[in-house]
Structures are given as structure tokens and as C-alpha cells.
């Protein structure tokens, strides 16, 4: 081998796009925002009290007794970040969350909207159902997730929510940097109109319902972007044997080396390395390094760990990364067994 | 005939009696937008009888002195009811001091003098800790006369 310390020459490269993982964010409804519950009774009597000829008396007023109707109003809240996509993608996710801040039980027809003006281009509703829950409650869309059936609208209690995805397809041919996006509307089935229309009869057990402020539905927008960034990855190794050469023996020191390089413009978000030990080898305890500096084993607030939950890897975060960064390298050692 | 006079007087005494000597009514109602005869947008009070949460009620006590005699020292005593919030400023009432209790009626002081205890901390009472309202009549209420006193409340 023409270098001394490639003898075991492996290199390999591959180029990929890497996979940008996005976080959904924790959310919270506070309880009891939804005021007083649907056939709530309020009655009211006054008290007089006063004095006749020196003699102290009490009187009761009539007593007053109000109902409460239902209001109808819902929240649609758009839980992912801007979602980065590739050209020809097909099914790409947004998670919303529909919320009935009515106070009585309603049920909310959903739609999906991908022509909105403004964006740089239309996703295309996915096939046969662009509506889905978030069934299996993960924030991540995946096959154990039911398609909205229209019709078959869930009820929602007072204060409740779900989560809802709309699926789109990205189109071909689409440059670095476009923006689609895509809006999921939430309408009550008992009806929409301004605030303060009463359907008479049509709230819970019968009472009349009333249109909130948000006129019985409501929406929110969320967004693609364009980012097919190509990152490299070229891996590399260099064997020490214990006879001072560099034959893959047994007590055989290896230590791989990965640089990770952005070769376009855009942010690869998240990347991170995850190498699994080879087979007949095993790790060198603390040999993680990222651009030189050590990196522990230890599944700690650092860019890396040891990972041994499954197949022992080597796992180390480079976070988001561009072109100015510049090469990424990640190093670590095994000795073979 | 005359006897027959004082036997009608005595009846009518003792059904004020009987009913007390006071006549007091309370009514709940809202405000509706409606569009008067020139085409502008108006707002009446109606009869409140179903609400949603958000909107507001007034109440309005009416009371009347049905007795020959004045009534001294007329208090009118209206707890606020669980799911409503008293409105700030709203109460009124000619000729009344108006107090308000945050200890369900135990004690009653005006609406600058009241505390209340939060997380251990002692703060300024707002319209959303009271209780009950109170109206205490400034002077006698004469044979005959009446007053009102009213509040707004909303529905939370």
C-alpha cells in the first residue's frame, strides 16, 4: 500500500442526503379554559335586611335562574417547525392541533388546503387521504396513523385536543429555498357564522348553541422548505498491530476516521454520525473525538456517547451544519478481537 | 261602614305583614345588539334566561317600602354566583355605599379596603375575588318610596 498507515485500505465514500430530523414542540392546554360547562343553572336571590319600629326583619327576593348555552369555538395550532423537504419527496407531514375551547362536546369537520398565495409553490394533497390523526400519539407520522374520514368526525370534550397531520407530496424540479405550504381548517358541524349566532336546540342535551368568537372554525398554516442538501461522508481507517506494523490482527488497533463535509448551500439540520461497532472488534473505551477534542462515552449534555442500548455504536451530534463550517471529524478506535 | 273600613285596613296590614314590608324583585338581563329604525346599530337590555361564557349579565334589585312606616338601616346583600365574575365598577345604587365581601359574606369592607391572601401573599382585592355586593342605604326609606341597585357580572 502507498501509505504506511492506509494499509488496511478502505476508504470508502458515499454521498446521501441526510436525514433532517425536526423536534415537535411540548405543548400544553391550561384546564378550565373553556368557562362555565354547558347546562350550567345560575341562580341569584338577594337578601334586604332592614329595620321596622326597631325590629330587625330579612327579606328574600324572587330568585333569578340563567342557563348556559353552548359555545362553539376551536383553535387549530400548527405544532411542526418549517418542515425541509426534497424535490419528489412524497408524503411529508405537518402536525396541527385542533382544540375545542367551546364548553360543550362538538365535533369538527377538517379540510386541507395546499393553493395558498404567497409561497413559492403548491404541495400536492396526498393520495388517497391527506388528513390524518395522530392515532398512535408519536408527533411523527407513520403507518399506525388513521385517515379522517369526512363524516366521521371525532367528538372533542370541552378543552380537548388532537392531533391532526396533513400529508403532502413535494413536487419535482423544485430549487433550494422555495417555500410551499399547507392549511388545515377545522369547522364545527353544528354550524359557523359572527359571533353570537345561536342555533337554536343544537348544543348539548338540547340547549341552544352559540358561535364563539372564532365564528365555529378556525385554521393554521404551516410550511415546506426546499432544502435538499448534500452532505458527504468519508470514512477511512488506519491499523496500528501490536508489532509495531499495520496487519489486521488480532490485538490490532483500528482507528476510523469520518469527515462529514456540506457540499451545497443550505443547513443540514440535526445531522448526526451514528457508526456501529464492526463485528469481531471491540470498542476502545473514551477514544471518541470530534475535530480533535475528546468526546466521554457516556450518555451525558456532550456531542457524543457509547451508545450500547442496541448494536454498540458511536454516536456523536454535529447539530446544524452549512458549507462555511467546513469539514467535520469524527474519530474513534477499536481493537480487533 | 266605618267599622267595615277598619276591617279592610286590618286585612291589608296583615297580608303586608305576612308578605313582609318590603317588596323586592330581582331581574337578570343582557345587553343585544339590534338595528334601530335609522339602520345604526343599537344596544337594549333583554330578559337573560340562557347565556354563554364570555357574556355579561346585569342584575338589578328593585326594592319598595310597602309598609306605613320608614324602614331604617336597609342593607341589600346579592352573592355572586360561582361561575360569574363581578364586574369592575359596575354596582350602582342611589343613595348607597356599596361594599363587597371576598370571604363569602362573612365580612364586608369597599372595594379599596379589601386583601386578599394569594401563595402566601397579601395583595390588593380584585374584581374577580368577590364574593358577594352589598348596598347600605344612606338614609330611611320612607312609606311608600323605593330603590335600585344593580350590578354587571360575567359569565366565565
Not at chain 1, 324572587?62 to 342557563?67: A, G, I, K, P
Not at chain 1, 419527496?89 to 375551547?101: E, K, M
Not at chain 1, 388517497?128 to 388513521?146: L, R, V
Amino acid at each position: 500500500m502507498d501509505t504506511a498507515n492506509t494499509a488496511f485500505a478502505s476508504a470508502f465514500a458515499w454521498t446521501r442526503r441526510l436525514f433532517l430530523l425536526f423536534l415537535c414542540c411540548a405543548y400544553s392546554i391550561p384546564a378550565g379554559a373553556v368557562g362555565t360547562a354547558v347546562g350550567t343553572v345560575i341562580e341569584n336571590t338577594a337578601v334586604v335586611n332592614y329595620d321596622l319600629a326597631g325590629a330587625p326583619l330579612t327579606i328574600q327576593s324572587n330568585t333569578t335562574t340563567l342557563s348556559v348555552a353552548e359555545r362553539i369555538n376551536v383553535t387549530v395550532t400548527l405544532q411542526s417547525p418549517q418542515v425541509p423537504v426534497a424535490p419528489g419527496d412524497s408524503a411529508r407531514a405537518l402536525l396541527f392541533t385542533v382544540t375545542n375551547t367551546g364548553n360543550g362536546t362538538e365535533a369538527f369537520a377538517l379540510a386541507i388546503d395546499s393553493l395558498i398565495a404567497g409561497d413559492d409553490f403548491d404541495p400536492t394533497p396526498a393520495a388517497p387521504a391527506a388528513i390524518y390523526f395522530d392515532t398512535d400519539g408519536s408527533g411523527d407520522f407513520n403507518a399506525g396513523d388513521q385517515p379522517y374520514t369526512p363524516g366521521a368526525e371525532p367528538d372533542l370534550l370541552a378543552d380537548q385536543s388532537i392531533s391532526v397531520f396533513l400529508v403532502n407530496d413535494i413536487p419535482v424540479g423544485l430549487a433550494n429555498g422555495l417555500t410551499g405550504r399547507s392549511e388545515l381548517t377545522a369547522t364545527s358541524t353544528t354550524g359557523v357564522g359572527t359571533p353570537g349566532t345561536v342555533f337554536a336546540s343544537a348544543g348539548d342535551g338540547g340547549v341552544n348553541a352559540v358561535i364563539g368568537s372564532t365564528g365555529g372554525e378556525a385554521q393554521d398554516t404551516g410550511e415546506y422548505l426546499v432544502s435538499d442538501v448534500q452532505v458527504s461522508a468519508v470514512k477511512s481507517q488506519i491499523i496500528d498491530d501490536p508489532f509495531g506494523g499495520n496487519e489486521p490482527i488480532p490485538g490490532a488497533t483500528l482507528t476510523y476516521s469520518i469527515v462529514v463535509t456540506v457540499e451545497t448551500a443550505g443547513t443540514a439540520t440535526a445531522s448526526t454520525v451514528v457508526d456501529a461497532i464492526p463485528p469481531f472488534t471491540s470498542y476502545v473505551p473514551n477514544s471518541i473525538t470530534l475535530n480533535g477534542a475528546a468526546i466521554s462515552d457516556s450518555i451525558d449534555a456532550d456531542q457524543g456517547e457509547f451508545d450500547t442500548s442496541g448494536t454498540p455504536s458511536v454516536v456523536v451530534r454535529l447539530g446544524d451544519l452549512t458549507q462555511a463550517q467546513g469539514p467535520q471529524t469524527v474519530e474513534f478506535q477499536v481493537v480487533i478481537d | 261602614m266605618k267599622i267595615l273600613m277598619s276591617v279592610i285596613l286590618i286585612a291589608l296590614a296583615t297580608t303586608a305583614a305576612a308578605q313582609g314590608h318590603l317588596d323586592v324583585r330581582t331581574t337578570v338581563q343582557k345587553q343585544e345588539v339590534f338595528v334601530n329604525e335609522e339602520g345604526k346599530s343599537e344596544t337594549r337590555l333583554v330578559p337573560a334566561e340562557v347565556v354563554v361564557p364570555g357574556e355579561n349579565v346585569i342584575y338589578t334589585i328593585t326594592f319598595r317600602n310597602v309598609s306605613a312606616e320608614p324602614a331604617d338601616n336597609v342593607v341589600i346583600t346579592n352573592p355572586i354566583a360561582e361561575n360569574l365574575m363581578y364586574v369592575d365598577g359596575s354596582a350602582f345604587g342611589p343613595g348607597m355605599e356599596i361594599l363587597f365581601s371576598v370571604d363569602g359574606g362573612k365580612t364586608f369592607a369597599t372595594a379599596g379596603e379589601l386583601n386578599v391572601v394569594e401563595d402566601g401573599e397579601v395583595r390588593k382585592a380584585q374584581a374577580g375575588d368577590f364574593t358577594h355586593v352589598r348596598w347600605v342605604m344612606q338614609n330611611d326609606l320612607a312609606a311608600g318610596a323605593q330603590g335600585t341597585a344593580r350590578f354587571a357580572a360575567i359569565l366565565e
